[in-house]
């Protein structure tokens, strides 16, 4: 059914849960799973110098590879293998689809934001992929994340 997932990270919460769920999901269907950071570069537009600006995206990029490195910590855990990749764009959104494109991926699987509000109940990079992806997106609910529940249940 499906061949290749894509999870976006970014380092929260949610983002890890939705990886786990794509470890699962991998297992389970003989998938391979591909893992993205992308270092939001539209802090350029704004009012920094270039040393600034450099020293920002520096620290987004070593946070990137921190992000990474753990995802693959938890796939290791899961017993899966991951590809992963350190991506740089303006618009994170439009980078996680056109990687899609480029690797032939068949799901992407994301979590959604915790905030409040029409825009932040997916989160706005969810919201936007939905709207831009031509290949299903499996929106992962930070619901037990938050109140320390798991996410399955059983019925007795």
Request: hydrophobic fraction near 40%; charge should be negative.
């Amino acid at each position: 059914m499906y061949e290749r997932i894509l999870v976006p990270v970014d380092g929260s919460d949610i983002a890890y849960a939705a990886a786990d769920h794509a470890f699962d999901l991998a297992t389970a269907l003989g998938a391979d799973v591909h893992v993205l950071f992308v270092v939001d570069e539209s802090v350029e537009s704004m009012l920094l110098s270039t040393h600034s600006m450099r020293t920002v995206l520096e620290s987004l990029r070593e946070r990137g590879e921190e992000v990474l490195a753990t995802v693959e910590e938890r796939a290791t855990d899961a017993g899966v293998e991951v590809t992963t990749e350190l991506g740089h764009a303006v618009q994170v959104h439009t980078a996680i689809v056109d990687y899609c494109t480029d690797h032939d991926v068949d799901l992407v699987v994301m979590g959604t934001s915790g905030r409040e509000g029409l825009e932040h109940l997916l989160g706005s990079t969810t919201e936007r992929v939905l709207m831009a992806s031509s290949i299903p997106v499996l929106a992962v609910s930070p619901e037990g994340i938050l109140d320390g529940s798991s996410t399955t249940t059983d019925e007795e």
